[in-house]
């Protein structure tokens, strides 16, 4: 894969296809308590949620020509998950 010449939703689905069981991140199991321990989030799986989300959005409010959308929510991974969808669906946030 070329670095430079792609989409970071490019990245994710490369690294999903090459490296599934990479890990994107480690979550906390619980909100309040860290001592739950924390869940990983494979590349797999990160794919799997962007797509599922994009097509959400699309069939929400259709394809976008780089027009700009907002995301109002918690700043986790679903905000990360959100902005990937987002330009899959060729939409700025």
Request: hydrophobic content about 45%.
């Amino acid at each position: 894969m070329e670095f430079g010449k792609r989409l970071l939703p490019q990245v994710v689905d490369y690294y999903a296809q090459t490296e599934p069981s990479r890990v994107y991140a480690s979550i906390p199991k619980s909100s309040t308590d860290l001592a739950d321990g924390f869940q990983d989030v494979t590349m797999r799986k990160l794919a799997a949620i962007v797509n599922s989300l994009a097509w959400w959005l699309e069939s929400l409010i259709g394809t976008g020509n780089l027009n700009t959308i907002a995301y109002i929510g918690p700043t986790d991974i679903r905000y990360a998950a959100m902005f990937l969808a987002a330009i899959k669906c060729k939409y700025k946030v």
